[in-house]
Structure formats: structure tokens, C-alpha cells
């Protein structure tokens, strides 16, 4: 059975940084793409980055281009998101994912729970 758990989210304030960690098991991780997406308040899921199973292709969302950073370690089974300086607009429930490609509109396989990010001004 596949679980991917998200971990290291919390309350910040603007200008900060958080990393968000995603600890899969159940499958062959390091053959397998991944990403994060997030849920602010009042809107739907959207893409916020994805990574191949190599760390070669990495795609952003434009909103977090250049402050946000994926990156996994395929020893540990994990993928991050470094996320530096945070506005308020990236308050969201963030969730890990199995995607199918790195692109925004990929086919998502399975989701983590989410985790919480806050961030205030």
C-alpha cells in the first residue's frame, strides 16, 4: 500500500522559510516522479512544483519560481520543498504526490494527508 506523509508545515510569518518534507512507502520510489500541490482557503488544488525520478526535470509553479525549491533524496525515500520567503498568499494545505510527469498538468496517482502552512503578516 502506498503512503506518502507530509511532515514540517506550521505558523510563520511572512519572510520566512519552512521545509516540507514527504516520506513515501510502498512503492519504488526513485523510479517514480513526484510534486507538491496546495489547497489555500476557498480555491481548488493547484501545482506548486514536481520533480523526475532522476532530479534531472524539475518544473515550477510561476508563483513560487525562484523562492521554492523540490529536491529528494532516493536513499531516504523523500521528497522536500524548501520554501523561502513566504507571503501570505502561500497559506494552503500542501499535499505530496505520485505524479505521472513533472508537468502542472499531470496525472496524479496517489496523495499524502496534507499539511498545514500558515503564514502571517
Known amino acids: 500500500q502506498v503512503q506518502l506523509v507530509e511532515s514540517g508545515g506550521g505558523l510563520v510569518q511572512a519572510g520566512s522559510s519552512l521545509r516540507l518534507s514527504c516520506a513515501a512507502s510502498g512503492l519504488t520510489f526513485s523510479g517514480n516522479n513526484m510534486g507538491w500541490f496546495r489547497r489555500a482557503p476557498g480555491k481548488e488544488r493547484e501545482f506548486v512544483a514536481a520533480i523526475g525520478w532522476s532530479a534531472v526535470t524539475i518544473n515550477y509553479a510561476d508563483s513560487v519560481k525562484s523562492r521554492f525549491t523540490i529536491s529528494r533524496d532516493n536513499t531516504k525515500n523523500t521528497v522536500y520543498l524548501q520554501m523561502n520567503h513566504l507571503k501570505p498568499e502561500d497559506t494552503a494545505v500542501y499535499y505530496c504526490?505520485?505524479?505521472?510527469?513533472?508537468?502542472?498538468?499531470?496525472?496524479?496517482?496517489?496523495w499524502g494527508q496534507g499539511t498545514q502552512v500558515t503564514v502571517s503578516s
Open positions: 504526490a505520485r505524479t505521472s510527469n513533472t508537468k502542472a498538468t499531470t496525472y496524479v496517482y496517489y
